[in-house]
């Protein structure tokens, strides 16, 4: 299957500042990329909806000043969190989609990133 | 509001045994399905996808549709330790959004 990483897997700042995570699809081009955040014992939940060379599309609640998504590439996707708080920490992962591929309507998903914040 | 509803368990089975895991779904329209399994602390991996009714076999995986009772199921054959993960059930809109179960946890004891 494809294969997608995330930058970095794990990272601890301090409330107030922003953090960017980095998700990239390795081996094949992903004109759309996914978002979820998954609290403890809770399962994954879509925060937006990244398209490469346009605008994304955010989830109802989900604050798009504050969870900047950009897609600049076909291979490559950032969330950054600004003026993280501590009811930001969560395990956040990035999934992509392989148009080109038979299994095209599949996603695969990156390891994740889980941020703390202090 | 789309909902994936997964009995959040935790099925306990004994090791060589038939798990089995449901999944109902609220929107008849739904297109694609798939099974999940996320061990603690990692992201989900794909196990199966079905997007028709009837069975679907893959190795000791079964997975099953009926689109007029709205729900998915898996069974996993010959249940081993390393099959103890959390179970999420995921539905497609829309071509393209995934709606994820609460998921099942599944605890295979030796």
């Known amino acids: 299957g494809a294969v997608v990483s995330q930058h970095p897997s794990w990272v601890i700042c301090k409330s107030g500042t922003s953090v960017k995570i980095e998700c990239r699809s390795l081996?094949?081009?992903?004109?759309?990329m996914f978002w979820y955040r998954q609290f403890p014992k809770q399962s994954l939940m879509l925060m937006a909806t990244s398209n490469e060379g346009s605008k994304a599309t955010y989830e109802q609640g989900v604050e798009k000043d504050k969870f900047l998504i950009n897609h600049a590439s076909l291979t490559l996707s950032t969330l950054t969190v600004t003026s993280a708080h501590p009811e930001d920490s969560s395990f956040y992962i990035c999934?992509?989609?392989?148009?080109?591929?038979?299994?095209?309507?599949?996603?695969?998903f990156g390891p994740g990133t889980r941020l703390t914040v202090l | 509001q789309k909902e994936v509803e997964q009995n959040s368990g935790p099925l306990s089975v004994p090791e060589g045994a038939i798990a089995s895991l449901n999944c109902t779904y609220s929107d008849r329209v739904s297109q694609s399905f798939f099974w999940y399994r996320q061990y603690s602390g990692k992201s989900p991996e794909l196990i199966m996808s079905?997007?028709?009714?009837g069975d679907k076999e893959d190795g000791r995986f079964t997975a099953q549709l009926n689109k007029a009772s709205q729900y998915v199921s898996l069974l996993i054959r010959d249940s081993q330790p390393s099959d103890s993960a959390t179970y999420l059930c995921a539905v497609v809109y829309n071509f393209n959004k995934f709606y994820f179960g609460s998921g099942t946890k599944l605890n295979v004891k030796p």
């Open positions: 081996d094949f081009q992903a004109t759309t």
């Open positions: 079905i997007y028709s009714n």
């Open positions: 999934s992509a989609r392989d148009w080109a591929s038979p299994a095209y309507n599949e996603q695969f």
